[in-house]
């Protein structure tokens, strides 16, 4: 259940810093409503872990230079715009292949790091994909009627498997929040089957606008629906509700996959998107996973930050770090 | 390590904070450090190393203060306390605002330095301990600013001798001298001899906020210093320590009319019902009982879980346990760092390698190589017969046990000596808030873990000590209602000839658990009348009818969960059996006590009757702005069995005002009636049969005080004893409530106008009452 021998060579060949895909794929389970209904979630005490993480752990220097290139491997650069062209997703594309600064990476001996993925809508993905040829970087695309999913279901499915057509290596899918906010998790639960099936080798990432969940026991319950259901990955946001990735939603979401590792054995990943636009953030989500999910999920396999934004601050604390002297922006290349 | 390497460890690296100012500033004061008595520092003289944990290091030398330097601190507080409370409210809130505004401003070195000397990791001493020392200034700056206005009544007690120990130098150095200040008492404080430095450097604070000379003074030593102090001329004594400690200082002060507020051990439960968010509630533990590396006496180092999810819940935490870092506390990124002291360590280390029972399990994590580390620690499968169910550790060591029931789990809790503080961890709120009330401790978090607050009260019950710290149920601790002195007269038995006034025997009884019954010892006592004939017998109680009424008015614990508006009723109907009954006991009070007051005193405690009846169901708890999303209740409880010596003046209103307070709120009373004039007591027991009340919530016996006054004071299952006994017995009663550490209340020769204002009041239902406070965290 991995993805093709060609993409695997392709990656390590090209790509050592990217372990892209090393973990067997969530299978998925059959729907446990018990296991569902259980679930709790203390808003309160959510908050406090997440309030306290950041004074509990600190990193600096040259461990702050490695978490922020690790926090670079695992960006989804995303650009999700109505004006979007084929040029600008090859600007896009280009700082992927390239993130850093050259002579940055090579200061620090990491030459070759990119980011995790490109992400992009469906009519961008044929440019992405020719912009990343060779690269080994995965073309991600949102799908089923981002951001809101509202449009008919078979459409949705079909939006699926005209981007796999088209290259993209991860679909990020939205859930039917009506399916949350009513209740109905056996609807959730084969709507993101649907969409796992026809994702097909693909890995999927589901999206679960957790802004627009109400609550913290329904994200932590959404989350472990679509796992049931065989979601590669559970995604935050799609970064157009108002609320978006937050460290306790974060903290319901992984502590829901650390659940269904327990129970499962099978390691899904995590996506926070929307918001995190410093590098301290970036350190703060790190921690937070390294805390709460273990090492091994603090690779791009397992994990992933969509940002736009984010990377252009780690490069400036990239600069500091190696100079000592605070950088401006426009010395580096945008994307 | 490269950088390469670390992207693929993903190490944390070390944090370490600058320990440089904090090290200058010991420098500065020649790494000597005298005593801070009446505004200066004295010369550095003959005493002990004070040591940095962590590694051993010697940080600075402090002086023993000698009985010279407690007796100069004392004196220059004693003659620096009349003008400081002179200086009156506001006056005062200006210096306690200035001390909160420099705390802040040297917020950074407090830290540093609270961590070099104990040993706690920076992140708590940084973003706990010096915070909430800040906001215990700022608060009581308020409180300060408000007494003129808010406490009329009310006065400074005097100068206090404060002792502090070694967990939260700073914190609770600001619990103790905040409030004292602001109500306009002066201070002699000693921290603990470990850990002095934080309170040498505020010294240096209240000299930059200019604080008159005398009000704070700091002298340093061990614990012969603390009792130098216990027996100084103080009038209030605050500790917080050991339980073992706070019993000596119990005993010393026993008679000596200082008041004392004591805040001891515990061994709080966590309770996790199988309907909490588990992940949390083990996140909780990690406040709970590895905060300060567990050396702390709210510490929920008793696990309680519900059968259902035990193992699971096990699981969780042991995974949870094998995450924490420990090492160098200056490590921002450590959450666990040195045990105080290398005797602590031991002392821990004893406590768990004699245990034999239940599965333990050890972080596992790096520890250092050396200095004063222990490791978080679990053990499982233990139940409260275990020693370790029993005794505090005082370390980072948890013990576990489980539960079947929600009542279960509050038998297991209250299963202890100690009554601190508790945690319950349940989603369901009828579970929590019915759980909450039924737990001995003074403060019960739901859902949340070692939360404190200026404006929430702190403090324990049963062995944990009394008193409250915070909030407005704290300024009671150092503040007393402002009266006249009036020496207390004792009141001679009327002497008199064999003739009965009436021939027609009438046999006075105890009443006991609702019933008449005969002494144990058998014996009874001729009482006359003033006129010198024989108004008929009176039982003397002894040890035993003590330990009967105890029995019979734990028997009726109902009563403490019956309604204010139940207990209002009763104590009307109470009054308006006596008023019909009036003519007949006014009759007989003027044949004991002689003259014409015997009408006046019958209608003064009809309306005593009716001011309790009136509290019952309107001394209400508070909902404190506790900084944050949630709120603090504290709630007014009954005490639980109160034993009262009444006064021998006014036999019949001095009965009901120590009676009918105590009722209101919920308690049951063990009354010994007025020595000389006991028969208005037993007359008294049929307005009672006829009014309603249960079974066993008011016991009456007669007989001498000093015949029942140590039992009731060294009884365990009594939880309060107050004396306004004519035979001054303060003495024996504040030792023998050393035992279990009960609440006493006694006169100490000091006589009060039962008639007017001072017989009734908030002070009676202030000692009829525990605060608890209950946070609530809330949201979704």
């Known amino acids: 259940m991995t993805r093709s021998a060609l993409d695997i060579a392709e990656t390590q060949s090209t790509q050592a810093q990217l372990p892209q895909v090393t973990e067997p794929r969530n299978p998925g389970m059959v729907l446990d409503l018990d296991w569902v209904a259980r679930v709790q979630a203390n808003t309160s005490a959510i908050e406090r872990r997440c309030a306290s993480l950041p004074a509990r752990r600190s990193v600096k220097k040259a461990h702050q230079a490695a978490w922020l290139l690790k926090a670079v491997s695992c960006i989804d650069l995303t650009t999700l715009s109505g004006d979007d062209t084929e040029m600008r997703v090859g600007r896009l594309c280009a700082k992927a292949r390239q993130p850093v600064r050259a002579e940055v990476l090579k200061a620090l001996d990491m030459e070759g790091l990119s980011t995790g993925a490109v992400c992009v809508y469906h009519e961008m993905i044929p440019a992405a994909v020719r912009a990343l040829q060779g690269t080994g ?15 008919p279901f078979h459409l949705r499915v079909q939006e699926i498997k005209e981007s796999v057509a088209a290259g993209a290596k991860e679909i990020d899918i939205v859930i039917s929040r009506r399916h949350v906010l009513t209740g109905d998790w056996q609807q959730l ?14 890995h999927v990432k589901a999206i679960l606008a957790t802004g ?8 932590a319950r959404a989350s472990l629906v679509c796992m049931m259901a065989g979601a590669d990955f559970i995604k935050t946001s799609t970064g157009k509700e108002s609320v978006n990735a937050t460290l306790p939603v974060t903290l319901v979401m992984i502590r829901a996959i650390r659940s269904y590792f327990e129970r499962t054995g099978y390691r899904v990943g995590y996506k926070p998107a929307g918001g995190i636009s410093k590098a301290k953030d970036a350190i703060t989500y790190l921690a937070l996973i390294k805390e709460e999910l273990g090492d091994r999920w603090l690779q791009p396999d397992l994990f992933r930050f969509g940002a736009s934004s984010l990377l252009g601050d780690i490069e400036r604390q990239l600069d500091h770090h190696l100079t000592g002297a605070y950088a401006a922006g426009y010395r580096n290349p945008m994307g | 390590m490269t950088v390469k390497d670390i992207f693929e460890t993903m190490d944390y690296g070390t944090a370490p904070e600058n320990a440089a100012d904090a090290f200058a500033w010991i420098v500065d004061h020649g790494s000597r450090f005298g005593h801070f008595i009446n505004g200066a520092f004295t010369d550095a003289e003959q005493g002990f190393d004070s040591k940095n944990p962590a590694n051993g290091e010697i940080l600075a030398t402090l002086t023993q203060a000698t009985q010279a330097d407690v007796d100069a601190a004392v004196d220059s507080a004693r003659k620096a306390q009349p003008k400081w409370a002179a200086l009156g409210g506001h006056g005062r809130a200006r210096y306690l605002y200035a001390i909160a505004r420099l705390l802040q401003k040297h917020s950074r070195l407090f830290a540093v330095l609270e961590t070099l000397d104990n040993g706690k990791p920076i992140r708590e001493s940084r973003d706990i301990d010096i915070p909430l020392a800040q906001r215990h200034f700022y608060y009581h700056a308020g409180m300060a600013q408000l007494m003129d206005s808010e ?58 906020a200019g604080l008159p000379k005398g009000v704070v003074n700091i002298v340093t030593g061990d614990g012969a210093v603390g009792e130098m102090i216990v027996a100084a001329d103080v009038d209030k004594i605050a500790f917080t320590g050991s339980t073992a400690v706070g019993r000596r200082i119990r005993e010393a002060t026993a008679g000596t009319g200082k008041t004392l507020t004591l805040e001891l051990g515990g061994k709080s439960p966590y309770i996790v019902f199988d309907d909490a968010d588990l992940d949390s509630a083990v996140e909780g533990l990690v406040d709970a009982i590895w905060f300060n590396q567990g050396q702390v006496c709210c510490a929920g180092s008793r696990l309680l879980v519900q059968e259902p999810v035990a193992e699971e819940f096990y699981t969780k935490l042991r995974a949870r346990m094998d995450k924490l870092r420990i090492g160098s506390p200056l490590d921002k990124s450590v959450d666990v760092g040195a045990i105080v002291d290398p005797v602590q360590l031991k002392t821990i280390t004893d406590l768990v390698s004699r245990n034999t029972q239940g599965v333990m399990h050890q972080a596992a994590t790096d520890m250092p190589a050396e200095g004063c580390f222990y490791p978080p620690t679990l053990i499982t499968g233990l139940h409260p017969a275990d020693t370790l169910m029993q005794e505090e550790i005082f370390g980072p060591v948890l013990v576990a046990t489980t539960f079947r029931t929600p009542s279960e789990a509050v038998e297991v809790a209250n299963n202890s000596r100690y009554g601190l503080a508790a945690t319950v961890w349940s989603e369901n709120i009828n579970l929590a808030l019915d759980i909450a009330p039924k737990l001995a401790a003074g403060v019960v978090w739901i859902n949340g873990t070692n939360m404190f607050d200026a404006a929430a009260g702190f403090g324990g019950v049963r062995d944990s000590g009394f008193g409250r710290e915070g909030g407005w149920e704290g300024l009671s601790a150092y503040t007393k209602i402002s009266s006249k002195y009036k020496a207390l007269k004792p009141v001679p038995p009327n002497a008199g000839e064999g003739a009965p ?12 658990g609702g019933k008449q019954s005969r ?14 004939s024989l108004a008929g017998h009176a039982p003397l109680a002894g040890r035993k009818d003590v330990r009967n009424a105890v029995e019979a008015a734990h ?8 309604t204010g508006h139940l207990r209002a009723q009763i104590l009307y109907y109470l009054a308006e059996n006596l008023s019909a009954r009036g003519t007949e006991f006014a009759n007989r009070i003027n044949d004991l006590q002689g003259g014409k007051q015997g009408e006046k005193e019958v209608q003064a405690a009809i309306s005593r009757l009716f001011t309790y009846a009136a509290w019952a169901d309107k001394y209400d708890g508070q909902a404190h702005g506790v900084p944050i999303r949630g709120v603090a209740l504290a709630m007014k409880e009954p005490v ?49 049969e006829t009014s309603d009340i249960p079974s066993g919530v008011v016991n009456i016996l007669t007989g001498p005080h000093s015949d029942v006054a140590t039992t009731m004071a060294t009884h365990m299952g009594i939880d309060a004893v107050w004396s306004f006994s004519g035979t001054d017995l303060s003495r024996d009663i504040e030792k023998g409530a050393a035992s279990n550490l009960k609440r006493s209340w006694v006169n100490h020769a000091v006589a009060r106008d039962w008639m007017g204002p001072e017989g009734e009041g908030k002070q009676f239902l202030e000692a009829a009452t525990e605060v608890k406070n209950i946070w609530i965290p809330y949201g979704e």
């Open chain 2, 519 to 532: 002494p144990d010892g058998g014996y009874s006592q001729a009482i006359f009348n003033k006129n010198g």
């Open chain 1, 137 to 151: 970087i995965p073309v991600a695309a949102v799908s089923t009627g981002f951001p809101a999913g509202l449009s």
């Open chain 2, 640 to 688: 639980g069995v109160i034993g009262a010596l009444c006064p021998d003046v006014t036999p019949l209103l001095g009965l009901v005002s120590c009676m009918a307070p105590a009722i209101a709120m919920g308690n049951r009373v063990i009354l010994s009636a007025s020595e000389p004039f006991p028969l208005v007591a037993t007359d008294f027991y049929q307005v009672l």
């Open chain 2, 501 to 512: 006034a009436d021939p027609l025997d009438r046999t006075a009884k105890l009443y006991i």
């Open chain 2, 555 to 562: 028997a009726a614990k109902a009563w403490s969960k019956t």
């Open chain 2, 151 to 208: 406490l009329p009544d009310r006065e400074a007690l005097g100068v206090c001798g404060q002792i502090v120990p070694w967990n939260f130098p700073l914190l609770m150095l600001a619990w103790k001298i905040a409030p004292a200040l602001a109500m306009g008492n002066t201070v002699v404080l000693k921290p603990a001899e470990y850990t002095s430095l934080t309170a040498l450097l505020f010294a240096d604070i209240c000299t930059q």
């Open chain 1, 212 to 219: 627009e969940l109400g609550s913290l026991r329904n994200v």
């Open chain 1, 189 to 202: 639960y084969d709507e993101m089957k649907a969409f796992r099936e026809a994702c097909g080798d693909a």
